[in-house]
């Protein structure tokens, strides 16, 4: 009777994820010793590349991670698989640890939001317009303007990024799935005094 009672216990599939859906929990980061080798997705690993490895998101899928000991935020791809520690929901490549500021710790606390999925295109998925009210040569000046701002809009981040082989450090507002959503916030900082443009990511 017992062994006709005993179960198998099966792994349950992970959960449905959406755009929108959040998590909250530690990031690492990887480089070096992994650099040109094959991810779980197939792709080769560039550390130079805004990317990172999480345990179930589907390969493809955009997330913005934002530390919450500085407020600092970065949009990655998700092309690989770990980290499989503790509480770590992300491991980093190397460039998204720059931007966050994760190198010195080694592990940070973060938040992350799911902004597209695999599939989505630029002009349809959520994050696809947005408003740059501000873009400089330095980091310092660039979190100045985004820590002003984020007093009354959340969702403002810094983009950094290259010109001319110029570093340059773009402060955007906001991920919007429609220009005229986009437009209506750029109004409204426009009236604030913010010489603002809206944009496509």
Same mark, same amino acid.
């Given at each position: ?17 959406? !755009? ?10 990887? &480089? /070096?010793?992994?650099?040109? +080798? $094959?991810? =779980? ?65 080694? !592990? ?10 695999? &599939? /989505?295109?630029?002009?349809? +998925? $959520?994050? =696809? ?73």
């Amino acid at each position: 009777m017992a062994a006709g009672c005993a179960k198998v216990l099966v792994p349950l599939p992970p959960p449905p994820v959406s !755009v929108g859906s959040e998590e909250t929990g530690e990031a690492s980061w990887y &480089g /070096s010793p992994f650099h040109g +080798r $094959r991810t =779980a997705s197939g792709e080769v690993y560039d550390m130079s590349q805004l990317t990172a490895a999480h345990r179930t998101l589907p390969f493809g899928s955009w997330v913005v991670v934002e530390n919450l000991l500085n407020r600092r935020t970065a949009e990655v791809r998700i092309t690989d698989r770990g980290p499989f520690m503790g509480n770590r929901i992300l491991d980093l490549s190397n460039a998204a640890a720059r931007v966050l500021g994760a190198i010195e710790p080694g !592990v940070i606390p973060v938040r992350l939001r799911v902004i597209a999925l695999p &599939g /989505s295109t630029p002009g349809t +998925r $959520r994050g =696809a317009f947005a408003v740059q009210v501000a873009s400089f040569t330095t980091e310092d000046r660039a979190v100045a303007v985004k820590t002003e701002l984020e007093r009354t809009w959340a969702d403002t981040y810094v983009q950094p990024a290259e010109v001319g082989g110029q570093a340059v450090y773009r402060v955007r507002v906001g991920h919007y799935a429609t220009r005229a959503e986009a437009y209506r916030l750029a109004q409204r900082l426009a009236a604030l005094g913010w010489q603002v443009i809206v944009l496509q990511e």
